[in-house]
Each structure stands twice: as structure tokens, then as C-alpha cells.
């Protein structure tokens, strides 16, 4: 893990970029200022071409053939880091693969750190903060679509829109600077003559598209957590199978058959749904039962999106069921009601319906009926319509654009209440530092520190 202090970038580090295991090819990288002169010792070589692949033997200290690969090397800036890179490709035994790296830090290496490499590469200006965390995303994508975005934002397409709004903010701020510095210029009221205020208006108006357009990225990265809950035999673990398309919950007649919280991650027209059945909520002197009911409410408690499945062939009030099985009033924005078994039903004509102001989706987990709606409608009640170019964002990003979206609205009162130009000037500069955290141009080493030790080593 990286510390808080971020470490020195005058050693070369190296690490196993592939997955540790049995493999016909296993990777180890290199990059420092040493990296070059240590492939020259391993192999016994005295020169590599950049960009070259070259096959060769690696020997340890006694001229012994360590293993045989290929060696391939990228003369510094013209690298991943910006510094020599050597990549040692050899075959992807365990044994072999760290017999290598232990060869490689006897000739000087040390040991990378999580995310280092990603760390160098921001550092020497190869990529920006954005571009760094789109390859630890698109590595940890659980949909093609939150692969796509993140290789739109390694790209540089949502970087290249946020240095658009940083160019067009830091050009406002000189503008109102200017007007105060220099006021006996021109006869020219500056803060009321509308240029000012068209600009910034310009500017809220793409903070506020670009804050959408993260917000469906976010959730194309972060997927949502969806909790199953109701009473037992109400269908939760047939509904969980359903949506999974597969078996993955014990289902039978038999009451408390779900004892425990049971965790499942699909995707569901592109959005990642982290599905999580629960016991069924009632009163038992069964003591394991009644942990399985505890876990439940945590569940419960903790979930983004709330699904009380409950059966339809019963005389059940959905809204009662609810403030009974939850203790507390839950929102409407959170709850959706799950109206299950409408296949012993000859009345349930339409999949969704409204009940007392909350959602209700009429399923058959039997027959499959309804379920397509209910897809729908979960994708519709958290906010998932991502556009065919939608760039991912991380929460960090979400909270960086709406404080640059409130410093923007208090320059707007500056201007258009007070016509106070210092304070409108101080407002158009905190926004500025603000949409600028995104991309590293304005950010504390200890955050920086958070966000690269989350990266796998070797990257």
C-alpha cells in the first residue's frame, strides 16, 4: 500500500504485472533510471533497441538460467512512466516468476508499491489523475459498458471536457479581474454590462451536463446495492435466481428455508446490480434464524434500493407489510414493492402500478412474467440512462463538480445582487480549484496518496 507520503521516484522499481499463478506467459516490469543496466546484468547483454523484442536467457548471479523470454525495453519519456521501462516476459509459473523478481532486486530494484507505476506516470505527466483511475477501472469493470467508458476516460475524453470548463473559468476570472485592476479604462460598467453574467451562465450550464453525464458514470462504475426483503415464502430467493439466470439460492415451501444474507452480482441492461436475498422478516425462537433476521435489517438498513417482494395471492397491504417488517418509515425514492405470484392471479392485467405514491411491479418469478418491467423500472428509479458515450466518474469527481457548481452559483449572487467584484473573482477561483482536484491540477498529496494504493501492484 502507498502511504500518505508519497515515495520516491528516483529508485527503479519492479513488480509481477500478471496475476500470480500458472500461466504460459508471466510479466515482470521495471522502470527507474536502473532498470536498463539491471536487463543488461539479468541477461547478460550489453545493449537493447528500444521497442524491440528481444529473446533471452535470465541468469542469477552464477551465470545459472534463471528462466527465457523475451525482453523489451522503452527508453525514457517515451514510456508508460516517462522513465526507462523494461518488461521481462517469461513463462508464468509461480516459482519461476518470483525466482526472477527476487534476481531483479538483488541488482538494485525495490519493490513497487500499489499503484506506483500509475503514480510515476501522473508524475512525469504522461496522464492525468482522471486517466490514472480509468485503467484501475477499467481493470475492475463488471460490464462492457463501464469497460467502454473507462477506456473513453483513459482516453483523455472526459479529461479533455474538464480542461474546456478550466480554460473558459480561468479566462472568466481575468476578465473580472481585469474590470477591478483597471475600472478608469473604459466607461464601461464591466460587472453590469451582461458579459459576465452570459459567461458564467455558459459555464453553470456545462458544470451541470457534465455532472449528469458523472453521475451515470458513477453508477456505471459503482453499480447499486439492491436488498431483496419480506417475509418468508414471499419468493425473494426465486426472484434473486430469476434475475441471476441461474440457480444460486435454495428455494422450497418450507419457511426460514433463507438463513443468512446471500450476495450476487449481475448486470442488468448495462447496470451493475449488486443483489443482495435475505432471510424472510418475522418473529422465531429459532436462534440461528434469528441472526439470518438481524443480518437482514442491516441489509436492510445499508441499501441503496429496497425490494419488499410480497405475495400477490395473499390479502396483503404492500404499505403496511412495509412499516411493520421495517420498523421505520422507508422512502418512496428507496422502496420499490414486488407483487409476486400474479401467475395464481386472474385479475393483475399490468405489470407496474402505483400504490399510496410508491412503485409496484407485478412479477411472476415462476413464469418470468413482469420481469423485464421490473428491470426497467429499477434501472428508472436510481437514475440509469447512460448515453452510447458516457465517461466513468468516481464519487470523488461527483463531489469536486458540485462544489465548482456552487462556487459558480455564489459568483452568480456576487455579481447579480452585490455587484461586489473581489468576491465574484474569489468565488470564480475557488471553482477553479475545485473542478481542477479532477485531474490532479490542484491536489494534496495524502489524497493522492488513497487514490493510487487502490491500484494493484504492477500497475
Known sequence: MMTQSQPSISTTIAAIA??????????IRLSGSHAYQIACALTGRSSFQPRQAMFCRFLDAQQTVLDEGIVLYFKAPHSFTGE????LQGHGGVILQNQLLARVFELGAKQAQAGEFSYRAFENDKLDLVQAEAIADAIDATSVAAAHSAMRSL????????????????NLRLYVEAAIDFPEEEDVDFLGDGVIQGRLEHIETQVAHILETAQQGQLLRDGVHVVLAGRPNAGKSSLLNRLAGQERAIVTDVAGTTRDTLQESIVLNGLTIHLTDTAGLRETDDAVERIGIDRAHSAIAQADLLLLVYDLSQEVDPITLAKTLFKTAVDSKRLLLIGNKRDLLSTVETDTQLVDGFEQVNVSCETGLGIQSLIDVLCDKVGFHPPENSLIARTRHLDALKRTQSHLQDASIQLNEYQAGELVAESLRLAQQSLGEITGEFFADDLLGRIFSSFCIGK
Open 155 to 170: 482516453t483523455g475524453e472526459f479529461s479533455v471536457r474538464i480542461n474546456e470548463l478550466l480554460e473558459a473559468l480561468i
Open 18 to 27: 500478471t496475476p500470480i499463478g500458472r500461466g504460459g506467459v508471466g510479466i
Open 84 to 87: 526507462d521501462v523494461i518488461e
